[in-house]
C-alpha cells in the first residue's frame, strides 16, 4: 500500500462507508430484501445492518415494506433524478455555452441550485493564462454571485430564503451582506432579466447571469460569463449580459421543447446532440 494511500485511509468513517455499502447491495438487487439477505450480502451481521438501515430509513434513502423488506427509498432516487437532471441540463445548454465561449472568449459557466449554495454543473474555459478561482463541480453561495442572484430574484420569496444563510458571508469589499442591499439588487435583476456580480465573489473578476426556466416560472439553472476586470471594456459591459440573456432564453425554450414532448408533462427527457448556437 502507498503513503498516499494509508493517509487517505486516514479520513474514511467506517460506519460511514459500511452504511454506504448496504445501501449498494440494495441499489445493485433491484428489488426488495430482507434483513438477513442485506446482511449476507454486505458481509455484516444482522444487528449491525439494522441499525444503518434504520438511520438510512430515518433519511429517507430506504424504506420498509409492510412484510418487513427493505427497498431504496425517496431520497436515494431523488439523487438519481438530480443527476439525470444535471446531464439534461449540460446537454440542452452546451450549444449555446459555445456561442459565448465563442463570442466574447471569456469562460461561460452553467449553474443549478442544490440546498444553500449553487453548483457549477458545466464550464468552458479560455485559453488565457488569466484564470479565475471556480472550477467545475466547485459551490458558491447565491448572494454573492450572478448565477445566484439570478436565480432566486425568480423564485418565490418563502423558497429564495431557503437557499440564503441567515448571515450574508463577505468575501469582498463588495459583497452584498444585508438583506436590504440584496433585495435591491434582486429587484434589479427581475427589471432586466440579468445578474450582475461586480466584484462580489471574487476579487478582480465580474460576471453576468441570466436565469434558465424549465416547465414551470421558477428558475432550473443559471448561464453567465465572467470576465477579469483587466480585459472589461465598457463595450463588453454593455454586450455581455444582453447575449447572455438571449442564450438563456433559448435554453429555457430546448427544455420546454423536451418537457412537453416527454411522457409526463413537466418532466425533461435528454437532448444530447442538440444543434448549435441561436444567433
Not at 408533462?265 to 441561436?278: I, L, M, Q, V
Given at each position: 500500500m502507498t503513503r498516499n494511500a494509508t493517509r487517505n485511509e486516514d479520513y474514511i468513517v467506517k460506519p460511514l462507508a459500511n452504511a454506504l455499502g448496504v445501501l449498494g447491495v440494495l441499489s445493485a438487487a433491484g428489488r426488495s430484501m430482507s434483513l438477513r439477505d442485506i446482511a449476507a450480502a454486505s458481509g455484516t451481521s444482522k444487528t449491525t445492518v439494522f441499525r444503518y438501515l434504520q438511520t438510512l430509513a430515518l433519511m429517507g434513502f430506504v424504506s420498509k415494506q409492510p412484510a418487513g423488506d427493505y427497498t431504496l427509498g425517496p431520497a436515494a432516487f431523488a439523487l438519481a433524478r438530480e443527476d439525470n437532471r444535471d446531464a439534461t441540463l449540460k446537454s440542452a445548454a452546451l450549444g449555446e455555452m459555445q456561442g459565448l465561449a465563442a463570442e466574447f472568449g471569456e469562460r461561460v459557466s452553467l449553474g443549478a441550485p442544490k440546498g444553500k449554495r449553487i453548483y457549477y454543473i458545466s464550464m468552458i474555459e479560455n485559453d488565457s493564462p488569466l484564470r479565475l478561482r471556480a472550477e467545475s463541480g466547485d459551490a458558491d453561495y447565491f448572494h454573492s454571485t450572478a448565477l445566484g442572484k439570478a436565480m432566486i430574484a425568480f423564485m418565490p420569496k418563502e423558497k429564495a430564503d431557503l437557499h440564503l444563510n441567515s448571515r450574508l458571508t463577505r468575501f469582498t469589499a463588495h459583497t452584498l451582506t444585508t438583506r436590504r442591499q440584496l433585495d435591491q439588487a434582486l429587484s434589479l435583476v427581475r427589471k432586466y432579466g440579468f445578474a450582475i456580480d461586480r466584484e462580489e465573489n471574487e476579487v478582480g473578476c465580474v460576471c453576468y447571469a441570466a436565469p434558465i426556466f424549465g416547465w414551470g416560472e421558477t428558475p432550473v439553472a443559471a448561464i453567465s460569463v465572467s470576465v477579469p476586470i483587466s480585459r472589461l471594456t465598457a463595450d463588453l459591459d454593455v454586450r455581455i449580459p444582453d447575449r447572455v440573456r438571449q442564450r438563456a432564453r433559448a435554453i429555457t425554450t430546448l427544455l420546454r421543447q423536451d418537457a412537453a414532448a416527454a411522457p409526463n408533462?413537466?418532466?425533461?427527457?435528454?437532448?444530447?446532440?442538440?444543434?448549435?448556437?441561436?444567433g
Open positions: 408533462p413537466g418532466t425533461f427527457k435528454s437532448h444530447r446532440g442538440a444543434g448549435g448556437a441561436s
